[in-house]
């Protein structure tokens, strides 16, 4: 079986956003492409911890020979048996993206597969793990096979603001018959393909990517993502495609205490621990303290006690809600993908809910208490891994909503993105009915709850 990764360096001019970097480098910075050269290493040692046999590839547009460290990158990946492969990125959309520029990678790396007979392929994210032997995917690969990892989005749901209904759409505009069947998301952390399978696959997305290029060139709806894309790809050819959630698992920090879930994950997504834990195991790595050869049970023990521990206790804070009346109200600028913002008023909240508005110019919530209130402080939950959303977040408060007083500004503030829970405190002692949370930029505003300490007024 052959497995890869890749990761694209981007050029200065050529940056975009990737927030789960949990970095406020630019993306064409040796900082910020650092993170992803040392998820490389942790993937592949991983991968040839539980597995001696596989055929593993790295494909990069650039593949520095060590780190800032003084790690030798290159030569440890040829010393595990890793295949580094240099290859151009070709299929950049022709106009910047302000997120995510470079995801469309991926394509270029099945079609030098598909061209170079590396087939059946399973092609990765960087920021995946091995937590155990791999061989139940390996042998599910078959020369008729795609294996992806489903999501679970259905009906008028968005996947990077795209609904199965749009994406059909698109594709029709280069196969004019389309399938009845219904259009199901996958992820773009997890691809697996047999042989024709790969060779069918890309056969269908060359044509369906060069139409796409002449959407975005001309300003109409087009697929901004590599998981839009393949999705659609998958929904066009008629061959059967294999959910693997469960098996592969995105596994965030709010889900890693969920033991019995865990312990079924073969290959995990750890999205949001590119800084802090993968970091960590890279840095056992480099130090000599795990290793290829390391038993799967000294593996499995770094882990689990150093790596993927349970999520840290999350602060509460009660809402006082005495004499507020009815429910208090909210209302935003935008909704990213039908995510409701009331969840952020929730007391019983998780990590996997937050407000979130769409990617626009000084984006809003606006909290409406009914009545002017005495607010003795208002607490703000940053989303985790995300701090560098918030950099130009403001929090303030009116009685008329009409002339505002500003309370919070985070202007200035260094705050480490750490992937720790970060809040914002305002200590207020004043009289308002309403509380504006906004950025005084563009950006997209995305927090996971706010609390608003407030007593009604009694004349």
């Known amino acids: 079986m ?240 294999n959910d693997v959630s469960g098996v592969v698992q995105r596994l965030y920090n709010s889900s890693l205490g969920n033991s019995e879930m865990v312990s079924k994950v073969k290959l995990a997504h750890l999205l949001q621990k590119k800084n802090t834990g993968l970091k960590k195991l890279y840095q056992f790595i480099k130090d000599g303290i795990m290793s290829i050869n390391s038993t799967p049970k000294a593996w499995d023990d770094c882990l689990y006690r150093h790596i993927i521990p349970e999520a840290q206790e999350l602060p509460l804070i009660k809402i006082n809600h005495k004499d507020l009346g009815p429910e208090s109200l909210v209302s935003v600028s935008s909704i990213y993908q039908n995510m409701d913002p009331n969840c952020c008023l929730d007391e019983n909240w998780t990590l996997t809910n937050f407000l979130h508005t769409n990617d626009e110019v000084e984006p809003w919530a606006l909290f409406d208490l009914q009545n002017v209130c005495f607010i003795d402080s208002v607490h703000l939950v940053d989303r985790i891994g995300f701090a560098e959303r918030s950099n130009s977040l403001i929090i303030e408060i009116s009685s008329d909503a009409t002339n505002w007083e500003v309370v919070f500004n985070r202007k200035d503030q260094a705050i480490e993105n750490d992937g720790r829970v970060k809040v914002y405190s305002a200590k207020l002692d004043s009289e308002a009915r309403f509380v504006r949370v906004r950025l005084a930029a563009r950006g997209c505003l995305n927090f996971h709850k706010i609390v608003i300490d407030a007593v009604q007024k009694t004349h």
């Open 2 to 241: 052959n497995l890869c990764t890749y990761f694209v360096a981007d050029s200065e001019g050529d940056e975009s956003i990737f927030p789960q970097a949990g970095s406020m480098h630019s993306s064409s910075s040796n900082e910020f492409q650092e993170i992803y050269y040392r998820c490389v290493v942790t993937f592949f040692t991983s991968l040839r911890v539980f597995s001696e046999n596989q055929n593993l590839y790295f494909f990069s547009n650039h593949i520095p020979d060590r780190l800032s460290d003084g790690f030798k990158f290159r030569d440890y990946l040829v010393s595990i048996g890793v295949n580094v492969i240099e290859l151009e990125f070709t299929k950049r959309l022709p106009i910047k993206q302000a997120h995510f520029g470079n995801v469309f990678y991926v394509l270029d790396v099945l079609e030098y597969c598909r061209d170079n007979n590396i087939s059946p392929i399973i092609a990765c994210d960087n920021d995946c793990l091995a937590l155990s032997d791999i061989s139940e995917l390996t042998n599910s690969v078959l020369e008729n096979t795609i294996l992806a990892y489903g999501m679970p989005l259905r009906g008028d749901k968005e996947l990077n603001g795209l609904t199965q209904a749009d994406c059909k759409d698109i594709v029709s505009t280069v196969f004019s018959q389309a399938r009845d069947q219904e259009l199901k998301f996958y992820g773009g952390e997890f691809y697996a393909f047999g042989s024709n399978a790969l060779n069918r696959v890309v056969d269908c997305f060359l044509p369906i990517f060069a139409k796409n290029r002449e959407f975005c060139r001309k300003g109409e709806r087009y697929f901004k993502t590599e998981e839009q894309l393949l999705s659609s790809v998958f929904h066009c050819i008629d061959l059967q495609v």
